[in-house]
């Protein structure tokens, strides 16, 4: 059996991410339609190797009939229409901020707490995590399970492609304009982020934190343990695809770098590449168009007791945004859908 599948927001960077990742892994759909604004429609999109989708118009569509919505389109488009596709029918996977936090509406790593995938009928909504969270959790739930962790410090290096399309036209015009001696403008970004680093992602808070380091605390309680304390300094690079992440834990029990790499080596979702010497690392330009979370760097923090440091890099486009959405796709088919058809 094949699901009616939509896509909405499918002309963005996350979108076609999206489309490439349900061909890839061959989720069973009989129809995939491409929904975006008005302004996309009739533009073709591809699916798999050999398919063409047009563009339809998401103001107009009915999803009455459709199985799985997987959204990407921004949060106040997402506030929009995910609350109508939802009352349709639908189940949406939403990859926007918008539901993250609502407490009847589960936000799911698969590989981290697949089990709170049952509450999606309170909703029919289930919401994709922030990019930075996503990886960051990944690489923290066999070492929490194995050590109980009490306190993270976070530190990211996050690609422009997480600020879609525009920002990495503004990277690449920038480079440019800097080797040609061309002015440099900054419309994306606050200011240039050609050969600089931004420590400036969202808006900033009351308390001086931006949203996205406010994000990566509040998710990562949801998803993983409330009781986990978590400070992030999230900031944007001039690197194209793919996260990184420089992570200080500190453990209730004990812990070394061996026991930590065994803890990690087999984990879902995760591949340990750690090795002392050169190249014995992961960088986010190896890590794009990569699915898995790449951890390297693993060594004791003499300056705390139970102390570590990691190094984790992923693709934010791949298992930061599009394959999470669709693993939580595959999840509700394997554990929830197909019950309920056999029930029926």
């Known amino acids: 059996m094949g699901y009616k599948v939509a896509v909405v927001g499918a002309t963005g960077n996350v979108g076609r991410e999206i489309l ?42 009915d999803f009455a009939g459709t ?12 506030a929009k229409y995910a609350p109508k596709a939802a009352a349709a029918g639908c189940i949406v996977i939403d990859n926007t901020s918008q539901f993250r936090m609502d407490p009847d509406v589960p936000l799911i790593v698969p590989e981290v707490n697949p089990e709170a995938a049952a509450g999606y009928t309170k909703r029919n909504i289930i919401a994709n995590p922030n990019c930075s969270t996503i990886q960051m959790v990944v690489a923290l739930k066999p070492l929490h399970e194995a050590f109980g962790i009490e306190r993270v410090v976070v530190s990211t290096y996050q690609s422009v492609s997480g600020a879609g399309k525009d920002a990495m036209d503004e990277l690449f015009n920038q480079t440019r304009a800097v080797y040609v001696n061309d002015p440099v ?16 992602i969202d808006t900033f808070m009351d308390d001086g934190s931006t ?38 834990i500190q453990f209730s029990r004990d812990v070394s770098a061996k026991a930590a790499r065994a803890a990690l080596r087999d984990a879902p979702g995760v591949v340990l590449v750690d090795h002392r010497a050169d190249e014995g690392y992961v960088t ?27 190094w984790v890099v992923s693709d934010n486009l791949r298992k930061g945004a599009a394959l999470n959405s669709v693993q939580i796709a595959e999840l509700l088919d394997r554990d929830y859908l197909k019950k309920a058809i056999a029930a029926e």
């Not at 199985?67 to 997402?78: A, Q």
């Not at 403008?185 to 400036?200: G, R, Y």
């Not at 190896?286 to 990691?310: F, H, K, M, Q, W």
Request: proline content about 6%; some cysteine.
């Open 284 to 310: 986010p330009k190896e890590a794009a168009g990569e699915d898995a979370v790449y951890v390297s760097r693993i060594r004791e923090d003499p300056t705390i007791e139970n102390g570590l440091n990691i």
């Open 67 to 78: 199985d799985i919505g997987l959204f990407s389109p921004g949060s106040k488009v997402s």
């Open 185 to 200: 403008e900054a419309k994306q970004f606050t200011k240039p982020i050609a050969f600089n680093v931004i420590p400036h």
């Open 211 to 248: 949203k996205e380091e406010w994000k990566m605390t509040v998710e990562t309680k949801k998803i993983l343990d409330p009781k986990i304390k978590v400070t992030a300094t999230c900031v944007r690079v001039p690197v194209f695809v793919s996260h990184a992440e420089s992570i200080n």
């Open 20 to 61: 490439q990742t349900l061909a890839e892994r061959e989720f069973p759909v009989d129809e995939v339609v491409a929904l975006a604004s008005e302004r996309s429609v009739g533009r073709e999109v591809s699916f798999g190797e050999d398919q063409t989708l047009i563009v339809q118009n998401l103001a107009e569509y």
